[in-house]
């Protein structure tokens, strides 16, 4: 990308031209059975099966001087399992009996097949939609442990097995659902646009979301002493950061694989930051990917990308916090921003065990938005789903989903066919004139949403998207993570790009009458004109 005249770009970069590994590749994936551990979880059911949400916000005792939120959780704890989850082969023939404990090491099914986390949900069911709203909302905005997390608050239904002390949490989640009013009437005519900022977190984006359930269940091997030395992922960036932040807060070595000069300094410097150990790569995400995969199948490393249906287990409680949001109201329109695919699918899911088991009655129908630089799930969409073909992704500013050959592929067209879901593309141009649009009007988004936000443009004037839909656009990251790019953009810097809503800083010569005039031409242009 072109730099800029009008700022200093970072001269910080990371390329320390690491040869490629080249370890021997084990196709098998790696089975370790242990028995299943005695764990505690709250009991949610009373004796007269009323809906009372356990455990009950606290009283208004104060805890003991000297404890803390895990011994409090501790101490309530009772010992019961009501509720249990397994891996299963992903889509699997009904007819199908294989299936994993969630204290297996196991990324794929014995054909070499994605999994899914499946809950019971028989036992889940014993309690009506009205007793898991009030559960779920119950725990919002509390410090209890570990509900006051977006995620944990959901735990039942996300890792219902595990011990809140083996729990590793920043209490993410709770991101706010923003009512985008003015980007909403003046540029679509919607009253109803909503943007979920995900990337309002931790480490600045929704992989937070999935990284505290992957580093608990982490933390928990390990104290089960199973043979996981360490925790590793590839990344365009924002996985890492949660991995490197999770692993660091819980003590647990983590490895990060980054295609060299794909990433934003923002980004890098996370993992550096939070002690990781960070491999800078002379290849794009999709060769970090392939080499993960071998290295993960060789050495104690677990895989925390979203391959790991485990991560998914987390993010899709974004999806349940927008139903909680919305006070249980279900939107018309989900808008969300796909590379890897998995977080497609994490929505799909949330959503879906949120009708199955009572809490509304219908989902929303998706989207899926990819940069047109990286689309090979566009191009599946538009061939009718008959042909899907790996793509090499080019770079884009969108930078997070530069991905040319998603491991979720086969969950993002599950959840894009059981919706009536659609995808749509943006080129540099529209993703980058829909990123500066939305921060004029008091946002700060990534360009991720830019993708997104076009996405809604062009189905709004095709008129898919009605004025009057509740529509919400999934903000998958923080707008200060991509500075750089919004630099480039606003100081017209980037080659066959218009820029057209740059806003550079003038100029101004250091005395009382310059600043006077460029201020009154301002002023005019800005005063309303009365009719
Ligand atoms: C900021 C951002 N947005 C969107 C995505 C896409 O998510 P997924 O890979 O689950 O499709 C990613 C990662 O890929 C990301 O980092
Ligand atoms: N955008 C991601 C790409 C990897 O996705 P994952 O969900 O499979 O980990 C990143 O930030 O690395």
């Known amino acids: 990308m072109a730099s800029s005249t009008l700022f200093q770009s970072s001269p910080f970069s990371l390329n320390t031209n690491t040869k490629p590994y080249s370890l021997p590749i084990s196709t098998k994936p790696i089975h370790f059975t242990v028995k299943s551990q005695s764990q505690s979880q709250p009991q949610p059911l009373t004796q007269n099966n009323t809906p009372t949400p356990s455990p009950s916000p606290s009283s208004k005792l104060r805890r003991p001087a000297d404890e803390n939120i895990r011994d409090e959780a501790r101490r309530k704890n009772v010992s019961q399992h009501l509720f249990s989850a397994k891996y299963v082969p992903f889509n699997a023939d009904p007819s199908s009996t294989e299936s994993y404990s969630l204290d297996e090491i196991v990324y794929r099914s014995q054909s070499g097949d994605l999994l899914d986390v499946q809950h019971d949900l028989t036992a889940l069911k014993k309690f009506d939609g009205a007793y898991w709203r009030n559960l779920f909302d119950s725990r919002v905005g509390k410090t209890t442990w570990p509900y006051g997390s977006g995620v944990w608050s959901k735990k039942e239904w996300v890792l219902p097995e595990i011990d809140d002390d083996d729990i590793v949490s920043a209490f993410e989640g709770n991101s706010n659902l923003f009512w985008a009013e003015r980007f909403g009437k ?111 199948a060789e050495l104690p490393i677990y895989l925390a990308n979203s391959l790991n249906s485990l991560r ?22 989900v808008i969300v921003p796909g590379g890897n695919l998995g977080n497609i699918y994490a929505f799909y899911k949330g959503f879906q065990m949120c009708k199955e088991l009572g809490l509304v009655d219908r989902i929303p129908r998706l989207v899926c938005a990819q940069a047109a630089n990286a689309n090979p799930l566009y191009l599946y969409f538009k061939s009718g789903w008959k042909e899907f073909k790996p793509v090499r992704a080019q770079t884009t500013f969108a930078s997070a989903i530069q991905i040319g050959d998603p491991v979720s592929i086969d969950r993002a067209v599950h959840a894009l066919r059981s919706c009536n879901g659609i995808v749509e593309e943006a080129t540099e141009e529209e993703l980058m004139d829909a990123m500066a649009q939305a921060d004029s009007t008091g946002m700060f988004t990534c360009p991720h949403t830019g993708v997104a936000l076009t996405a809604l443009f062009k189905l709004r004037n095709s008129g898919v998207i009605k004025p009057t839909d509740r529509t919400v656009v999934v903000s998958t990251a923080h707008g200060l993570k991509f500075t750089q790019s919004k630099i480039e953009y606003h100081s017209k810097g980037i080659k066959d790009l218009a820029c057209q809503f740059a806003n550079p800083p003038m100029q101004v010569k250091a005395d009382f009458g310059s600043v006077m005039d460029v201020l009154s031409k301002y002023l005019q242009s800005k005063a309303p004109r009365y009719h």
């Open 312 to 333: 998914l287990e987390g993010q899709k409680t974004a999806a349940i916090e927008i139903l909680q949001q919305f006070d249980w109201q279900v939107p018309d329109w």
């Open 186 to 296: 003046q540029f679509l005519g919607m009253n109803e646009l909503w943007v979920k900022h995900c990337g309002i977190s931790h480490t600045g984006s929704f992989k937070d979301l999935g990284m505290t359930v992957l580093v608990s269940q982490v933390n928990r091997l390990r104290k089960m002493n199973r043979p996981v030395v360490g925790v590793g992922c590839a990344s365009t960036g924002d996985t890492s950061a949660a991995l490197s932040a999770y692993c660091a807060s819980a003590g647990i070595p983590s490895i990060v694989f980054l295609p060299a000069n794909r990433i934003s300094i923002a980004q890098l410097v996370q993992p550096i930051a939070n002690g990781a150990f960070v491999l800078s790569i002379d290849t794009d995400f999709d060769g970090c990917m392939q080499l993960i995969r071998e290295v993960t």
